[in-house]
Structures are given as structure tokens and as C-alpha cells.
């Protein structure tokens, strides 16, 4: 088991005493198999036990899903599927990665770009979250989206988009602060097909939705190390506190110390988290997000993609063993 200290952030009061994250476990089996893999997770603010995912690249429609994860959901292993959203003009050329935002709306990282890094059309695309009666059928339906286009900046003038394909990154990891909006890229690897673990910066004060300006992204900090590698996803907590990332093997939670500008939370040492559940499952994971309240980590994977199971996987990291989980 993790121990972590729970601090005061931004002036709030952490409970007294150690937190403790329980082993990974297997909670689900998707209901549905129209998701054989998926990328990203994340959880909703306003429909209480509703997540969203979606494939990775070379879907069909550019749709994301949404399934359920109650108490009676985990008591019989199965995710109950809720339908879908279907992004009309939007396309899934690499989808990676979805994060709630602070305005009711949901975000898709489509920056998957693998070596060597030849993709100038990253984009970010967001809607409106509908509601949906979790108790009720499957749903079908559309919500308007807008995107904008993003870039790394150029190594010699930070100020302009990069122009060579080394001096840009393949990216499975969107965080939205939950708070500001300011939208956050961690990448995972180089041109060079090496481990690259870098924050990049887009505020939300310079973000110009539906134009054909290409946001150049600001650099924020490089986290690269012989353990951290690889990111394919994270996510922050609903108070901006904490961000987890995660790659095949394990996450890794920061946390924000106390009257710190939030930026700064990159510069602290995360905790290690292990996922051995999945990887002894020989699954390859993805998606990673908080739940609602922030107590529990909620992690998908792709489908063994056998023949007779295409269903994607749930597995919980628990955490502290009190209340009632959402």
C-alpha cells in the first residue's frame, strides 16, 4: 500500500492524518464492445457515476461513450454501457485522451502523432456534456464541438509554432485544470521514438476556439526519467490539488503544495503508484482519471481483442475506506 501525507492546499484543509491508495483491482468488464480500445477516461461532474471514454484512431465516428461504474455496477463486474455522443464535423484522426473542464464541457486531446512525427492537424475539440439519466437505455445522441489546432513551440523562437517534425511529440495526456481552464499536453515520446516526458502550456486566456490560428503550446517542465516514461494519460482532481499520470506500468500523483501557483505542481516528486493488476493481466492501459470526490483512481484499458471479447477493462486504485464512493 501508498502512504501519502495529506497536506493544506490553497488554503483548504486536508483531512488529518495518512491517506492510503489500496492495490489496483479489476472492478468491470465493459458491457459494450464498441469500445475495443480505450484511450482515455474520464469522469462526470454532473452526472453523478457516469464516465466518458472513446477508441483510439481509426474509429468509425468520431463518438465518445459513456458507461456507468455504481456500487451494483462493481458488485456485478460489469461497466453498464449509457450510449454515446456523436461529435458531427469532428474527425478522430488520434484520439488519446478526454478531461472535464470547469464549464460544463468535456475535451479531447486528438494529438497522437507516432514517430516520426509528421502530423501538423493536432487538435483539441471540446462540447457540451449532456445529461442522461443513468438509470435509462442507452442513448444516441449529437453535440455541437469546436476544436482548435495546437503546436510545439519552435526550439529557437518559443514564440512560433515548430516547422521540422524532430521538434515536435507524439502526446497521449490532455489535463483542463478544473478551476481556470487552462489546458495542459504531457507527451510521450520524440521524433526519435525516445521517452519524452514534457508539460506544455495552452492558457485558457489565449485560446481562440473554432479559428485557424495555431496555438503554439508554452513549455512548463520536463519530467523524463527511467520511471517516468511513456505517459498515455492523467488527469487533475476536481479541486486542482492533485494531477496523476500514468504510464503501462504505473501512475504517479503530485501534489500541489500549499499558496503555490499551480504550475509549480511539476516540480514537486510524485508518488509512485503501481498498476500491477493490469499488467499481470497483460492488458495495456491507458486511460486513467479521479473520481468525482477524488478519492479513487478509475483506470481503462484496451480489449485483450480476441476474437470473443472486444470489451474494454475497469480497474480501481481505492482510496481512503470511508464514506460513500461515487
Given at each position: 500500500?501508498?502512504?501519502?501525507?495529506?497536506?493544506?492546499?490553497?488554503?483548504?484543509?486536508?483531512?488529518?492524518?495518512?491517506?492510503?491508495?489500496?492495490?489496483?483491482?479489476?472492478?468491470?468488464?465493459?458491457?459494450?464492445?464498441?469500445?475495443?480500445?480505450?484511450?482515455?477516461?474520464?469522469?462526470?461532474?454532473?452526472?453523478?457515476?457516469?464516465?466518458?471514454?472513446?477508441?483510439?484512431?481509426?474509429?468509425?465516428?468520431?463518438?465518445v461513450?459513456?458507461?456507468r461504474?455504481?456500487a451494483?455496477?462493481?458488485?456485478?463486474?460489469?461497466?453498464?454501457?449509457?450510449?454515446?455522443?456523436?461529435?458531427?464535423?469532428?474527425?478522430?484522426?488520434?484520439w488519446?485522451?478526454?478531461?472535464?473542464?470547469?464549464?460544463?464541457?468535456?475535451?479531447?486531446?486528438?494529438?497522437?502523432?507516432?514517430?516520426?512525427?509528421?502530423?501538423?492537424?493536432?487538435?483539441?475539440?471540446?462540447?457540451?456534456?449532456?445529461?442522461?439519466?443513468?438509470?435509462?437505455?442507452?442513448?444516441?445522441?449529437?453535440?455541437?464541438?469546436?476544436?482548435?489546432?495546437?503546436?510545439?513551440?519552435?526550439?529557437?523562437?518559443?514564440?512560433r509554432?515548430?516547422?521540422?517534425?524532430?521538434?515536435?511529440?507524439?502526446?497521449?495526456?490532455?489535463?483542463?485544470?478544473?478551476?481556470?481552464?487552462?489546458?495542459?499536453i504531457?507527451?510521450?515520446?520524440?521524433?526519435?521514438?525516445?521517452?519524452?516526458?514534457?508539460?506544455?502550456?495552452?492558457?485558457?486566456?489565449?485560446?481562440?476556439?473554432?479559428?485557424?490560428?495555431?496555438?503554439?503550446?508554452?513549455?512548463?517542465?520536463?519530467?523524463?526519467s527511467?520511471?517516468?516514461?511513456?505517459?498515455?494519460?492523467?488527469?487533475?482532481?476536481?479541486?486542482?490539488?492533485?494531477?496523476?499520470?500514468?504510464?503501462?506500468?504505473?501512475?504517479?500523483?503530485?501534489?500541489?503544495?500549499?499558496?503555490r501557483?499551480?504550475?509549480?505542481?511539476?516540480?514537486?516528486?510524485?508518488?509512485?503508484?503501481?498498476?500491477?493488476?493490469?499488467?499481470?493481466?497483460l492488458?495495456?492501459?491507458?486511460?486513467?482519471?479521479?473520481?468525482?470526490?477524488?478519492?479513487?483512481?478509475?483506470?481503462?484499458?484496451?480489449?485483450?481483442?480476441?476474437?470473443?471479447?472486444?470489451?474494454?477493462?475497469?480497474?480501481?486504485?481505492?482510496?481512503?475506506?470511508?464514506?460513500?464512493?461515487?
Open positions: 500500500m501508498l502512504t501519502l501525507i495529506m497536506t493544506t492546499w490553497l488554503g483548504a484543509t486536508a483531512p488529518a492524518g495518512p491517506v492510503t491508495y489500496a492495490g489496483e483491482q479489476l472492478a468491470a468488464l465493459s458491457e459494450t464492445a464498441l469500445v475495443p480500445e480505450s484511450s482515455g477516461v474520464a469522469a462526470s461532474p454532473r452526472n453523478p457515476g457516469v464516465y466518458w471514454t472513446h477508441n483510439d484512431s481509426g474509429s468509425e465516428r468520431p463518438r461513450y459513456a458507461f461504474l455504481s451494483e455496477d462493481r458488485a456485478r463486474k460489469i461497466a453498464k454501457h449509457l450510449g454515446y455522443v456523436e461529435l458531427p464535423g469532428a474527425s478522430n484522426k488520434d488519446e485522451d478526454i478531461a472535464a473542464g470547469p464549464d460544463g464541457r468535456f475535451y479531447i486531446l486528438d494529438g497522437g502523432d507516432n514517430p516520426p512525427c509528421k502530423r501538423t492537424e493536432k487538435r483539441i475539440i471540446r462540447f457540451a456534456e449532456p445529461r442522461i439519466d443513468a438509470g435509462g437505455p442507452p442513448v444516441a445522441l449529437t453535440a455541437k464541438s469546436e476544436s482548435i489546432r495546437f503546436e510545439y513551440p519552435d526550439p529557437e523562437d518559443p514564440s509554432p515548430a516547422g521540422r517534425d524532430e521538434d515536435r511529440f507524439d502526446a497521449e495526456c490532455l489535463l483542463v485544470h478544473p478551476k481556470s481552464g487552462d489546458l495542459f504531457v507527451t510521450k515520446r520524440s521524433s526519435r521514438n525516445t521517452p519524452a516526458v514534457r508539460v506544455y502550456k495552452r492558457p485558457v486566456s489565449k485560446v481562440s476556439w473554432d479559428s485557424e490560428r495555431v496555438h503554439v503550446l508554452e513549455f512548463v517542465a520536463d519530467l523524463s527511467l520511471a517516468m516514461n511513456m505517459v498515455t494519460g492523467g488527469d487533475v482532481d476536481r479541486e486542482g490539488r492533485r494531477v496523476v499520470l500514468r504510464n503501462y506500468w504505473s501512475a504517479f500523483e503530485y501534489t500541489l503544495l500549499a499558496g501557483p499551480f504550475d509549480d505542481i511539476f516540480r514537486q516528486k510524485p508518488r509512485t503508484i503501481p498498476l500491477a493488476a493490469e499488467v499481470g493481466s492488458l495495456q492501459g491507458e486511460g486513467i482519471c479521479y473520481t468525482t470526490n477524488g478519492r479513487d483512481l478509475v483506470i481503462t484499458t484496451e480489449s485483450p481483442r480476441g476474437p470473443a471479447d472486444e470489451r474494454f477493462r475497469v480497474f480501481v486504485v481505492p482510496g481512503p475506506a470511508v464514506g460513500t464512493r461515487p
